[in-house]
């Protein structure tokens, strides 16, 4: 049996969190062996011995299969076609790109297609020229397993993409926590900074749906909800599901809250505390009978107005207060938290306690914060402690 026979599409949903309807379906090549048994053809097209011309035939029949299909259907998502960014830049024409040329033969509104660009490589140049006329002509372009390869950052600047798919063994290992959590944070923050909107793919439990709202994910995609399927849904049909997952995920997120907000309050008893005592001096014994450690408090330094460190980092640890000067004389008005409470003062309103972003100290390795809150008309305390207590 010819190849191209056995090939076909089958459509697998995208979700949207908040609406909680079927927004999107991505096109996905699927094969039938001899005995007619189903399986995906992923590994047809990444294996290495077929010449790239053979797979661009097979991939144009699917895709057409496909629009064939959508175009019958009283389907109202957008569809997400599989285009390889090597193949793209082997047009030669830029006036009859097949896949316009199928939309325009099969009377299919542009705007409901996104062109998902796969892999690295190719003539970047080339390919932002190409993307930029399919855009000019009303399609979306999506960047896909982001995250995969430095390289993709180029891409994301260069091609300004309407959607990123997070590579999917990346966002696996980011369920799990560590670096890569960071860094699929780091790459959502990114991607939402550029105004594109994030899917989660190959979500397969609620852990991961969880996290993937975590990170801000607009959309989802994978068996959770599921696999791919040869016809297309009620755009509803995952509506109750959505709804309870959403649920659940507000339930755990408020006792978590909840939780930062009783120990933030306790933290801030703290501080005004240490206020207190060292607008009358440096009497450190006198105050480390406050749960410090308990609490997570590490150190605590002076600041003047113009951010230099003017007294020693005082250290506090079992039970006691370990005196530190290297740091006199370093300078933190760069930082957020320090101006950001010379900005309220400015406005009068100079009781907040400022708040750093979380990070890894540097000398002990523990995920800190910094808390920053005037001491007097000269000095501003800063306060360093253990984020992990809320984590």
């Given at each position: 049996?010819?190849?191209?026979?056995?090939?076909?599409?089958y459509f697998?949903?995208?979700?949207?969190?908040a609406s909680?309807?079927?927004?999107?379906?991505e096109?996905?090549?699927?094969?039938?062996?001899?005995?007619?048994?189903?399986?995906?053809?992923?590994?047809?097209?990444?294996?290495?011995?077929?010449?790239?011309?053979?797979?661009?035939s097979w991939?144009?029949?699917?895709?057409?299969?496909?629009?064939?299909?959508?175009?019958r259907?009283?389907?109202?998502?957008?569809?997400?076609?599989?285009?390889?960014a090597?193949?793209?830049?082997?047009?030669?024409d830029?006036?009859?790109?097949?896949?316009?040329?199928?939309l325009?033969?099969l009377?299919?509104?542009?705007?409901?297609?996104?062109?998902?660009?796969?892999?690295?490589?190719?003539?970047?140049?080339?390919l932002?020229?190409?993307?930029?006329?399919?855009r000019k002509?009303?399609?979306?372009?999506a960047?896909?397993?982001?995250g995969?390869?430095?390289?993709?950052?180029?891409?994301?600047m260069?091609?300004?993409?309407?959607?990123?798919k997070?590579?999917?063994?990346?966002?696996?290992?980011?369920?799990?926590?560590?670096?890569?959590?960071d860094i699929?944070?780091?790459?959502?923050?990114?991607?939402?900074?550029?105004?594109?909107?994030?899917?989660?793919?190959?979500?397969?439990?609620?852990?991961e749906?969880?996290?993937?709202?975590?990170?801000?994910a607009?959309?989802?995609?994978?068996?959770?909800?599921?696999?791919?399927?040869?016809?297309f849904?009620?755009?509803?049909?995952?509506?109750?599901?959505?709804?309870?997952?959403?649920?659940?995920?507000?339930?755990?997120?408020?006792t978590k809250?909840?939780?930062?907000?009783?120990?933030?309050?306790?933290?801030?008893?703290?501080c005004?505390?240490?206020?207190?005592?060292?607008?009358?001096?440096?009497n450190?014994?006198?105050?480390?009978?406050?749960p410090?450690?308990?609490?997570?408090?590490?150190?605590l330094?002076?600041?003047?107005?113009?951010?230099e460190?003017?007294?020693?980092n005082?250290?506090?640890?079992?039970g006691?207060w370990?005196?530190?000067?290297?740091?006199?004389g370093f300078?933190?008005?760069?930082?957020?938290?320090?101006?950001?409470?010379?900005?309220?003062?400015?406005?009068?309103?100079?009781?907040?306690?400022?708040?750093s972003?979380r990070y890894k100290?540097?000398?002990?390795?523990?995920?800190?914060?910094?808390?920053?809150?005037?001491?007097d008309?000269?000095?501003?305390?800063l306060?360093?402690?253990?984020a992990e207590?809320?984590?």
């Open positions: 049996m010819n190849q191209e026979k056995r090939l076909f599409p697998q949903p995208i979700v949207g969190i909680g309807a079927i927004v999107g379906y096109v996905l090549t699927w094969q039938a062996d001899a005995v007619g048994r189903l399986s995906s053809a992923g590994e047809l097209f990444s294996g290495p011995d077929t010449a790239d011309e053979r797979l661009i991939d144009r029949c699917v895709r057409r299969q496909a629009l064939q299909k959508f175009s259907s009283n389907c109202n998502a957008y569809l997400t076609i599989n285009i390889s090597d193949w793209i830049g082997k047009v030669a830029l006036n009859s790109l097949p896949t316009l040329l199928m325009d033969e009377g299919i509104d542009r705007t409901r297609i996104i062109i998902e660009i796969t892999e690295a490589k190719g003539d970047l140049n080339r932002v020229e190409i993307i930029g006329v399919y002509l009303g399609l979306k372009v960047i896909d397993d982001f995969a390869g430095f390289s993709q950052l180029e891409q994301v260069s091609a300004q993409p309407d959607l990123i997070l590579d999917v063994q990346l966002f696996k290992q980011a369920t799990q926590g560590g670096i890569a959590s699929v944070h780091l790459l959502t923050r990114l991607a939402k900074r550029t105004g594109c909107r994030i899917v989660c793919v190959g979500v397969e439990t609620q852990d749906f969880f996290f993937g709202l975590n990170c801000g607009q959309y989802m995609q994978g068996a959770l909800f599921s696999s791919a399927e040869a016809e849904k009620n755009p509803t049909h995952y509506q109750k599901q959505i709804k309870a997952l959403r649920k659940s995920f507000l339930n755990n997120t408020l809250e909840q939780h930062k907000i009783q120990y933030i309050s306790k933290i801030k008893s703290l005004n505390h240490l206020k207190k005592a060292l607008k009358t001096g440096f450190l014994n006198s105050i480390s009978a406050y410090f450690e308990e609490k997570g408090l590490l150190r330094y002076l600041c003047n107005n113009d951010g460190q003017i007294s020693a005082f250290n506090f640890a079992d006691e370990f005196e530190d000067p290297t740091r006199i300078n933190w008005a760069w930082r957020p938290y320090f101006y950001q409470l010379l900005a309220l003062e400015s406005i009068k309103d100079s009781y907040r306690l400022i708040t972003e100290d540097f000398n002990t390795d523990v995920l800190c914060q910094t808390l920053t809150l005037r001491l008309d000269e000095r501003i305390l306060i360093d402690i253990a207590g809320y984590a």
